[in-house]
C-alpha cells in the first residue's frame, strides 16, 4: 500500500471544474460519488493528523516552566510539510478519478418510512 504522501505527489493544491457526469458514471449517482468520496476524504485527514501528531510527539520536550519553550527547526519544517500537502478532499477525489477507491455498494433496503413516502 502506498503512502499518502506518495498519493499526494503531482497532485495540484487547488481544486477545479469538474465533470459531474464523469463523476456520476461509476456509480450512476452524484450523490454516492461524493459520499465515497467524503467518507475517504475523512480516513485520509484522520491518517495525515495521526502521523503529524506522532512525528511532533517525537520533539515533545515537558519543560516545567513556560518561559523554557524552545524553538524546533525540524518541528517546524515537519509541520511545513504536512500544510503544503494537498486538501484530503482533494486526494480522494484524485483516486476516485483514477479508479484506485475500492467500495461496496451495500444498497438500499425500502422500508416502512419510505414506502409511506411513495
Known amino acids: 500500500m502506498t503512502s499518502i504522501k506518495d498519493k499526494a505527489q503531482g497532485i495540484h493544491g ?4 469538474q465533470d459531474i457526469k464523469g463523476l ?10 461524493l459520499v465515497v468520496m467524503s467518507r475517504r476524504a475523512r480516513q485520509l485527514g484522520v491518517t ?3 502521523e503529524l501528531t506522532g512525528k511532533l510527539e517525537e520533539f515533545a520536550v515537558t519543560a516545567e516552566a513556560i518561559e523554557e519553550v524552545t524553538e524546533n527547526k525540524e518541528q517546524i519544517e515537519i509541520s511545513k510539510f504536512y500544510e503544503r ?3 484530503p478532499a482533494l486526494i480522494a477525489l484524485t483516486e476516485y478519478k483514477n479508479g484506485d477507491l475500492v467500495y461496496e455498494d451495500r444498497g438500499h433496503e425500502p422500508d416502512e418510512a419510505d414506502q409511506e413516502l411513495e
Open 14 to 17: 487547488s481544486l477545479s471544474a
Open 24 to 33: 456520476a458514471s461509476e456509480t450512476e449517482n452524484i450523490y454516492k460519488s
Open 48 to 50: 495525515l493528523k495521526h
Open 85 to 87: 500537502l494537498p486538501n
